[in-house]
C-alpha cells in the first residue's frame, strides 16, 4: 500500500520526467502513458495511465483521468480515479469525482464532486 510520504516520487524535478507537456502546448485527444507524465500545459479529452500522473500548478486539464498515483497542483475538470493515490495540493482544485485507494485534499485545495475510498485496483468501495 502506498504511504502519503509516496508523494515525494511524484514531487520530481521536471527533468526527472520522461515526457513533460510544457505550459505553452494545448493538446487535445487521448492520451496513454505507461512512464511518468507532467502537464503544465493546457489538455482536453481523455488521460488512461498506467504510471504517475502530475499536473502541475498554472496547468488546466479537462478530463476524465485513470493513473496510478495523481498529484494535483493545477486545475482539472473530469472525473479521477488513481489506482493507488489521488494528492490535490492547496493550490490544486479538481471539478469532478475521486476514486482511490487514498486521497489527500491539502487545506486550501478545491474540490467539487464525489469520492470514493477503495481498497484495491478493481475499484472495490470501502
Do not use: W
Not at 21 to 43: C, E, H, N, Q, Y
Not at 57 to 64: F, I, K, L, Q
Amino acid at each position: 500500500m502506498f504511504e502519503v510520504k509516496d508523494i515525494a516520487h511524484l514531487e520530481m524535478e521536471e527533468e526527472d520526467f520522461d515526457t513533460v507537456m510544457a505550459a505553452d502546448i494545448s493538446f487535445t485527444g487521448k492520451v496513454r502513458f505507461v512512464k511518468p507524465l507532467m502537464i503544465k500545459g493546457k489538455m482536453t479529452g481523455s488521460i488512461d495511465a498506467t504510471s504517475d500522473l502530475l499536473i502541475d500548478s498554472g496547468a488546466e486539464v479537462s478530463a476524465d483521468i485513470v493513473a496510478d498515483r495523481i498529484l494535483i497542483k493545477g486545475k482539472v475538470k473530469g472525473n479521477v480515479h488513481g489506482k493507488h493515490l489521488v494528492y490535490v495540493t492547496s493550490t490544486g482544485s479538481v471539478n469532478g469525482d475521486i476514486t482511490s485507494a487514498q486521497v489527500v485534499l491539502e487545506p486550501g485545495s478545491d474540490f467539487s464532486g464525489n469520492c470514493s475510498m477503495t481498497h484495491n485496483e478493481t475499484g472495490e468501495t470501502k
